[in-house]
C-alpha cells in the first residue's frame, strides 16, 4: 500500500459527460501528479501540482482540468467525454517538486461508453 | 525529443534464471533513472532509482540496474527469477535539470516466469 488514494476504483458513463476523479497523496507529500494509461498510449504524464500550484504539463487535453486543494488532495476533472477517454488514470505524489521517485495510487477505470 | 525505449514487449524466463528487461533512453544532460513494476489491477510500484554514483543500483525484491551511460542504457536484472516476479515493468527518466519532476515512461516490459 503506497498511501495514496484514489476514488472512485471504477468510472462508467456516457459520451459528452463530465467526471471527477479524486486523489489524496500521502501524508506529508506535496507534489501531486496525474497520468492517463491506456492500451495504445501507454503511460503518459498529465499533470503535476505542487503545494496548490500547477508546476508541470504533459499531453494535457484541453477538456481536462486539474486542482490541488488546500488540504492537499487533488481533482482530475474530465469533461465532454470521448470513447477514447476510456483509460487508467493514476495518480502519484511525491514529497517534494523535485523529489525522485513518485508514489502511485491504485488508479481509478474510467469506461465510457 | 527526450524518450525511453524498451524494446521487448514481453520477456520470458523459466524460474530460477537469471532475468534482464531492457531499456535504453535518450535525453540531454544526466539523467535520473528509475524502474517501476506493475502487478495486475493495481498502481505502479517503485523499484529502484539511479542519480548518481556507482553504476550497480540495487533495489526492492532482489532487482538491480546497470546504468551505462556509453550505451545510454538501464537494464534491469535479477540473478533469480521467481513466478511472482510475473508483471509489467516500466523504465523512465528524469532529465535533470528539470525544474518540475516530470517523468517520462517507457512503454512497458511484460514479464513472465514459468514455473
Known amino acids: 500500500d503506497s498511501g495514496v488514494t484514489q476514488t472512485p476504483k471504477h468510472l462508467i458513463t456516457a459520451t459528452g459527460q463530465r467526471v471527477t476523479l479524486r486523489c489524496s497523496p500521502r501524508?506529508?507529500?506535496?507534489?501531486v501528479y496525474w497520468y492517463q494509461q491506456s492500451l495504445d498510449q501507454g503511460l503518459q504524464f498529465l499533470i503535476q501540482?505542487?503545494?496548490?500550484?500547477?508546476?508541470a504539463k504533459g499531453n494535457i487535453l484541453e477538456r481536462f482540468s486539474a486542482q490541488q486543494f488546500p488540504d492537499l488532495h487533488s481533482e482530475l476533472n474530465l469533461s465532454s467525454l470521448e470513447l477514447g477517454d476510456s483509460a487508467l488514470y493514476f495518480c502519484?505524489?511525491?514529497?517534494?517538486?523535485?523529489?525522485?521517485?513518485?508514489?502511485f495510487g491504485p488508479g481509478t477505470r474510467l469506461t465510457v461508453t | 525529443a527526450q524518450s525511453v525505449a524498451q524494446p521487448e514487449d514481453q520477456v520470458n524466463v523459466a524460474e530460477g534464471n537469471p532475468l534482464t528487461v531492457k531499456c535504453t533512453y535518450s535525453?540531454?544532460?544526466?539523467?535520473?533513472l528509475f524502474w517501476y513494476v506493475q502487478y495486475p489491477n493495481r498502481g505502479l510500484q517503485f523499484l529502484l532509482k539511479?542519480?548518481?554514483?556507482?553504476?550497480l543500483v540495487k533495489g526492492s525484491y532482489g532487482f538491480e540496474a546497470e546504468f551505462n551511460k556509453s550505451q545510454t542504457s538501464f537494464h534491469l536484472k535479477k540473478p533469480s527469477a521467481l513466478v511472482s516476479d510475473s508483471a509489467l515493468y516500466f523504465c523512465a527518466v528524469r532529465p535533470s535539470g528539470s525544474s518540475a519532476s516530470k517523468i517520462i515512461f517507457g512503454s512497458g516490459t511484460r514479464l513472465s516466469i514459468r514455473p
Open positions: 501540482y505542487y503545494n496548490g500550484e500547477e508546476r
Open positions: 539511479y542519480i548518481t554514483g556507482d553504476n
Open positions: 535525453v540531454s544532460g544526466n539523467p535520473y
Open positions: 501524508s506529508g507529500d506535496l507534489s
Open positions: 502519484a505524489s511525491s514529497p517534494g517538486t523535485r523529489s525522485y521517485e513518485q508514489y
